[in-house]
């Protein structure tokens, strides 16, 4: 069953750039009919998608963020990154990582983040 | 690109149904029919619930259902269970390969 998992420093400084990973068990990134997303959850707040990824390294990301915001894919270990540049405080979040389901077939579309990784608390902070 | 509209919270006894809307513009949920919902447990992962706006994934209940009328997408769930209790997401592409998110509903099952 696929799984994924978050890992990365808890905590970083503001100004600085946080850096996630994400790997993918039991399931090849190279997937042709899945991209490979961020989603991050500042506490007791909601869900805000960042970006997401394809395994050939095409990348696209939300407006607001895109300026600090790269994502890019490692296929040969099957894992994906984050990485967010000029770090506030308002960038303290849950960092989630899914996969992002983006295809089509006779039955319809499909179009979903499925499943998630357990996420992993960075927080902002000198 | 702004976040979908939800209701803060919505409540119900077990055994009845509720309804969550999810209101967005002509730009994302009135021009695509690609809104997915999603279940988030206190310290847990989302889960997917609904995509393309009614397709149940396998292994979730027929007690949950989406619809869409114009800008606005709903997820009913029917038979209201304790286990029900949750906040959920509604998600919806945007064009130019964006997609966005609702606020969250916090749903109290009484």
């Known amino acids: 069953q696929l799984q994924l998992q978050e890992s990365g420093p808890g905590l970083v400084k503001p100004s600085e750039t946080l850096s996630l990973t994400c790997t993918v068990s039991?399931?090849?990134?190279?997937?042709?009919?899945?991209?490979w997303g961020w989603i991050r959850q500042p506490p007791g707040k909601g869900l805000e998608w960042i970006g997401s990824?394809?395994?050939?390294?095409?990348?696209y990301y939300n407006p607001s963020l895109k300026s600090r915001v790269t994502i890019s894919v490692d296929t040969s270990k099957n894992q994906f990154s984050l990485k967010l540049s000029s770090v506030t405080a308002a960038d303290t979040a849950i960092y989630y990582c899914?996969?992002?389901?983006?295809?089509?077939?006779?039955?319809?579309?499909?179009?979903?983040?499925?499943?998630w990784g357990q996420g992993t608390l960075v927080t902002v902070s000198s | 690109q702004s976040a979908l509209t939800q209701p803060a919270s919505v409540s119900g006894s077990p055994g009845q149904s509720i309804t969550i809307s999810c209101t967005g513009t002509?730009?994302?949920?009135?021009?695509?029919?690609?809104v997915s919902w999603y279940q988030q447990h206190p310290g847990k992962a989302p889960k997917l619930m609904i995509y393309?706006?009614?397709k149940r994934p396998s292994g979730v209940s027929d007690r949950f259902s989406g619809s869409k009328s114009g800008n606005t997408a709903s997820l009913t769930i029917s038979g209201l269970q304790a286990e029900d209790e949750a906040d959920y997401y509604c998600?919806?592409?945007?064009?130019?390969?964006?997609?966005?998110f609702g606020g969250g509903t916090e749903l109290t099952v009484l």
């Open positions: 393309e706006g009614s």
């Open positions: 998600c919806s592409y945007a064009g130019s390969s964006t997609w966005v």
């Open positions: 899914a996969r992002h389901a983006r295809y089509y077939d006779r039955s319809g579309y499909y179009n979903y983040f499925d499943p």
């Open positions: 990824v394809y395994y050939s390294g095409s990348a």
């Open positions: 002509s730009s994302d949920i009135g021009t695509y029919n690609l």
């Open positions: 039991d399931d090849s990134i190279s997937s042709s009919n899945y991209h």
